[in-house]
T-cell receptor, first 115, second 113 residues
């Protein structure tokens, strides 16, 4: 079974540009999460999809961030326009509930550097 | 609101020595607690989780953690460190089995030969 994959692994862009991150969850996982780790800080929750619906987007920092999960499969996170403080590692995780248990499986992350 | 504090951003032990990584949590409801590990250039991997079934939780790679409600702690231990244990370790809490995880700051574990 393939794990959570993220693309690209690294991205270097200039302030003001647009970047789109992609996450492919484990097949059959309805839940998809985005997290971010800014350098030197803790990993912070951004948002949670259940299938194609946004269940919780309380962690989205501002309206420059747009997450989509059309069709309930892969998800994209777009940052437009990017600012310096958006630099960090963006993690995606997916999960499904099985026998009352649920574990989030994480991807390797996308390292974003905004110059 | 829930929060997690990991004491010590860096911990160094000798190979074969006890590993103790500290985690304290704050939660207004019975929490679900997790330890994840991140090896270089990889994603986070679940080591173990507490879901109220048993206070002593055994995980992968010889790690275990004990939930102590009176101390609001969930410290991670391993009796004998191995070089391959060098990684960053994250403690996390959530209100439910599903839903967002609240992470601590992470602890970088170094293992000296």
């Amino acid at each position: 079974e393939a794990g959570v994959t993220q693309f690209p692994s690294h991205s270097v862009i200039e302030k003001g540009q647009t970047v789109t991150l992609r996450c492919d969850p484990i097949s059959g996982h309805d839940n998809l999460y985005w997290y971010r780790r800014v350098m030197g800080k803790e990993i912070k929750f951004l948002l949670h999809f259940v299938k194609e619906s946004k269940q919780d987007e309380s962690g989205m920092p501002n309206n420059r961030f747009l997450a989509e999960r059309t069709g309930g499969t892969y998800s994209t996170l777009k940052v437009q326009p990017a600012e310096l403080e958006d630099s960090g590692v963006y993690f995606c995780a997916s999960s499904r509930r099985l026998a009352g248990q649920e574990t989030q499986y994480f991807g390797p992350g996308t390292r974003l550097l905004v110059l | 609101a829930q929060s997690v504090t990991q004491l010590g951003s860096h911990v160094s032990v000798s190979e074969g020595a006890l590993v103790l990584l500290r985690c304290n949590y704050s939660s207004s409801v019975p929490p679900y607690l997790f330890w994840y590990v991140q090896y270089p250039n990889q994603g986070l991997q679940l080591l173990l989780k507490y879901t109220s079934a048993a206070t002593l939780v055994k995980g992968i790679n010889g790690f275990e953690a004990e939930f102590k409600k009176s101390e609001t702690s969930f410290h991670l231990t391993k009796p004998s460190a191995h070089m391959s244990d060098a990684a960053e370790y994250f403690c996390a809490v959530s209100k439910n089995q599903g839903g967002k995880l609240i992470f601590g700051q992470g602890t970088e574990l170094s293992v000296k030969p």
